[in-house]
């Protein structure tokens, strides 16, 4: 029998609209919900791609320079992860397809108001909302597509993200051909239009999406086991210092080559799109190089390569060997993030894929302005730079990832004692904050003892 708080809950107007929407969308086929989910994603890479092919003009059009243009982006970072937060209890609650939809209008429309900017305040205020969108339909983009593997029974997730990769390769090429000839409002708004035109044909499956959930649930499911957060903690880690690179070369890139190689705007938006199109075709690779080289190999080989190109890029004088070196990039970072997150899916379910993917988008969405605060003082092409350092950091942490549990061979016992005896203490004081922080700093002895929670 249902208890009075669920019976209230489900008589809120909110849930009543939830649940008339899932009766107009049937559940879809799983061809159908399999193509709307990669089209989601597709969306999310093309508009995100457009706006990294216009990062130039747009801080030109606000008279923005390396550090203003990094707060800017920091304005988008916070917007994305304020959003993150709210995004996993909204799909909790109404669903993960409904969502999706939702979030692919407002990326749409959001991503209008960074074109229209004509001061650096006004610029600040239109990324943090264009961040809050791009969060919003990252997180319930990932939460579906999880959800669309555990439906079809294979392994969908690399797959999904290429068409992101594919996504921005398309952004990024119309980008650069649309800045010789139209303003950035122009652009933006004709990005924003056939955007809504594919979510308009999307949204039916993604919405039925929850219905076919819906079905599931009752039927029974089993128990989700406690979650290894050490371990999970770990993963994001790693895609998060992967993802850096991706949102460095996103929104700096094109600037880099421009900037220190005199690079055409065309050729500069070409950089992305190739290093865009290796990543994609990573991707659509990965379930192959996983069987023959191990998923262990493949996330150091990976992260070890992107090193080695981003090194490239940044020490040579040649626009050539640039791009090649943004080739490079894209095929060692292909696999990382999805992997990761992957594995997090089978560590932790559905939860931990949401701390694993909240951890490694920081670092996409933390590295572009980062880049611009170090740039301006110690150059554009140093900034980039970290980006191979990141990179070798996730190619460490890798081998310390034993089952379900973090090790750390060689961390001092004094090291582990005083951890311990620190988050003994904190735990008590930072449990007003929620009980997500507490398990986290419960779990910084835990990282540097060995053992994972739950084991």
Do not use: K
């Not at 990094?70 to 988008?76: D, K, V, Y």
């Not at 005083?418 to 910084?444: C, E, I, K, M, W």
């Amino acid at each position: 029998m249902a208890t009075p708080a669920l019976v209230l809950r489900a008589r809120t107007p909110v849930a009543v609209l939830v649940r008339s929407a899932r009766s107009s969308a049937p559940p879809p086929s799983v061809e159908r919900l399999r193509l709307a989910v990669a089209a989601l994603f597709v969306l999310d890479g093309a508009v995100f791609g457009s706006w990294a092919a216009r990062v130039p003009d747009v801080a030109q059009q606000v008279g923005a320079g390396h550090s203003t243009l990094g707060i800017a982006l920091l304005c988008l970072s916070v917007g994305a992860l304020a959003c993150m937060q709210v995004t996993g209890a909204l799909c909790a609650r109404l669903g993960a397809g409904l969502v999706s939809a939702v979030a692919a209008v407002l990326v749409c429309v959001a991503v209008v108001l960074p074109g229209l900017a004509a001061s650096v305040p006004a610029l600040c205020a239109a990324l943090l909302v264009f961040g809050a969108a791009t969060g919003m339909v990252n997180v319930a983009a990932n939460a579906l597509g999880v959800s669309v593997e555990a439906r079809v029974g294979r392994p969908l997730l690399s797959g999904l993200h290429a068409g992101f990769s594919f996504g921005g390769l398309a952004g990024a090429l119309l980008g650069g051909l649309a800045s010789a000839v139209a303003g950035v409002a122009v652009h933006l708004v004709a990005v924003a239009c056939v955007g809504l035109l594919l979510t308009a044909w999307a949204a039916p499956a993604l919405v039925g999406a929850d219905a076919a959930a819906d079905v599931r649930r009752v039927a029974g499911a089993a128990p989700e086991r406690r979650r290894p957060t050490a371990a999970l903690v770990v993963l994001g880690v790693i895609a998060g210092c992967t993802a850096y690179g991706e949102g460095a070369l996103t929104d700096w890139g094109a600037l880099l080559l421009r900037t220190d190689l005199s690079a055409t705007p065309l050729l500069a938006a070409g950089a992305y799109a190739g290093f865009s199109l290796a990543m994609a075709c990573g991707r659509l690779a990965g379930n192959r190089l996983v069987l023959a080289l191990g998923e262990r190999r493949l996330l150091i080989g990976g992260a070890l390569l992107a090193a080695v190109g981003v090194t490239a890029a940044v020490t040579t004088a040649s626009l050539p060997v640039a791009l090649a070196g943004f080739v490079l990039v894209g095929l060692g970072l292909a696999n990382v993030f999805p992997l990761a997150i992957a594995r997090a899916g089978v560590l932790g379910g559905a939860r931990g894929i949401a701390l694993a993917t909240t951890v490694g988008y920081t670092g996409l969405l933390g590295g572009p302005p980062a880049i611009g605060l170090l740039a301006e003082h110690l150059g554009l092409s140093v900034a980039i730079g970290t980006v191979a350092l990141l990179a070798l950091v996730a190619a460490g942490l890798v081998p310390t990832l034993v089952g379900d549990a973090v090790r750390l061979p060689g961390a001092p016992p004094v090291l582990t004692s005083a951890a311990t005896g620190v988050g003994a203490r904190l735990q008590p004081v930072v449990s007003g904050f929620g009980h997500g922080t507490g398990v986290y700093v419960r779990d910084l002895g835990l990282l540097l003892g060995g053992t994972a929670p739950g084991r």
